[in-house]
């Protein structure tokens, strides 16, 4: 017995190609800004877990590096 997706070929093709295509941007259309909760993920996770696990005062240079991180993108910090 084929599955909903094997007896409609287009269903199976619209998944898999819906998986691979990225947005693409709209003329006339800004780009939304970042939000500062997502930028700088990668120093954010590091320092949030320093912060939790040793404190504030010990983590400074870690705090800097996101502040840095930040600045690169844009923020005002």
Do not use: Q
């Amino acid at each position: 017995m084929l599955r909903p997706a094997e007896r409609d070929p287009a269903r199976k093709m619209s998944t898999i190609s819906a998986a691979s295509v990225e947005p693409v941007a709209i003329e006339g259309t800004e780009k939304k800004p970042m939000k500062p909760c997502c930028a700088c993920p990668e120093t954010k996770k590091v320092r949030d877990a320093c912060i939790i696990e040793k404190g504030e005062e010990s983590c400074t240079d870690l705090i800097e590096a996101h502040k840095d991180c930040m600045r690169a993108l844009g923020f005002k910090i």
